[in-house]
């Protein structure tokens, strides 16, 4: 089975602060994906990566960064921790190449910026 | 644009009884619809797809989903509904990013089924 494991399931942080959200997949996928959901919302694309060292802008980069170092593992960065950025954040991973393929998600991390 | 819509924010159905979830997209060019499950504080499972061929897709744990082109549908459906299958329900379809493309999801249906 695919596993996506993300580093924490809840954090709490001070506005200001640089947050790291790690994610992992052992299933050796090239694509890896971070999404912010909330209510009424449902889940929005952060950023993306298709390979290692590559990534791409989803529809709400604003206020965070990432990184590929590795292929497994998908790094998303706060720089400066804000408010209106606590919400659950979401990792997946999906094999490539294909446009057929479903995304396998991690368990989330609910982020709360005091 | 690629987009979907999840008419109903709450779905409620008595237990043993059909169940549907509806989804609406629209798409440039051939569409790729997924449907997927959240249970309470958990990330979100995968349950069927829709690519091509047959326009009723069988999924996991029963569920299933009819594609309907001219009314540019693709409603998830069960049987009998169980009250484990209480759960926040999101249908998604495939973008045009990058190379292999995103998912694009709706807002949402709750599903609550009572005994």
């Known amino acids: 089975d695919v596993k996506v494991t993300q580093s924490s399931r809840y954090l709490v942080k001070r506005t200001g602060e640089k947050v790291f959200l790690e994610c992992v997949q052992d299933m050796d996928h090239e694509n890896m994906f971070w999404y912010r959901q909330d209510p009424g919302l449902g889940l929005r694309l952060i950023y993306f990566?298709?390979?290692?060292?590559?990534?791409e802008k989803g529809d709400i980069p604003e206020g965070y960064s990432v990184s590929r170092e590795k292929k497994e593992r998908f790094s998303l960065i706060l720089e400066s921790a804000s408010t209106n950025q606590t919400s659950m954040y979401l990792c997946?991973?999906?094999?490539?190449?294909?446009?057929?393929?479903?995304?396998?998600f991690g368990p989330g991390t609910r982020l709360t910026v005091l | 644009a690629q987009s979907v819509a999840q008419p109903e924010d709450q779905v409620n159905v008595a237990e043993g009884n059909p169940l549907t979830v509806k989804c609406t997209y629209s798409v440039s060019g051939n569409p790729y619809l997924f449907w997927y499950v959240q249970y309470p504080n958990r990330g979100l499972q995968f349950l069927l797809k829709y690519i091509t061929g047959d326009n009723l897709v069988k999924g996991s744990y029963g569920f299933e989903a009819e594609f309907n082109k001219s009314q540019t549908s693709f409603h998830l459906k069960k049987p009998s509904a169980l009250v484990s299958d209480s759960a926040l329900y999101f249908c998604a379809v495939r973008g045009r990013r990058g190379s292999q493309g995103n998912l694009i999801f709706g807002k949402g249906t709750k599903l609550s089924v009572k005994p």
């Open positions: 997946a991973s999906m094999p490539g190449p294909g446009t057929y393929n479903e995304q396998f």
């Open positions: 990566s298709y390979d290692v060292k590559m990534k």
